[in-house]
């Protein structure tokens, strides 16, 4: 009922920033939340950063706090993801997934992904 597309991947030095976008369609999931999570190749899918949609509390996850800001613009039914001062350490497939804001304890507790975008941050 929900499909999400994301877009702003790509190839950056390290230090540089990138601006990742996710795109809802479908029903609407104000007491939900939307975020961002990553998976890097041998490693686990890992929560980076949550927004709730209606309230508009974020979290992030340490390794990315005061680096990345997640916004929203609810006309759009879209959520941004601005990374800046990227790390090789960041260099994974960033995926927008829709949950609970519970989510980011669990990624098995989000409810809907995309289908994925390359996030490569050079050395």
């Known amino acids: 009922q929900v499909q999400l597309v994301e877009s702003g991947g790509g190839l950056v030095q390290a230090g540089g920033s990138l601006r990742l976008s996710c795109a809802a369609s479908g029903r609407t999931f104000s007491s939900y939340s939307m975020g961002w999570f990553r998976q890097a190749p041998g490693k686990e899918r890992e929560f980076v950063a949550a927004i709730s949609w209606s309230g508009g509390s974020t979290y992030y996850a340490d390794s990315v706090k005061d680096r990345f800001t997640i916004s929203r613009d609810n006309a759009k039914n879209t959520v941004y993801l601005q990374m800046n001062m990227l790390k090789p350490e960041d260099t994974a497939v960033y995926y927008c997934?829709?949950?609970?804001?519970?989510?980011?304890?669990?990624?098995?507790?989000?409810?809907?992904w995309g289908q994925g975008t390359q996030v490569t941050v050079s050395s």
């Open positions: 997934a829709v949950g609970p804001p519970s989510m980011r304890y669990s990624p098995a507790r989000s409810e809907y």
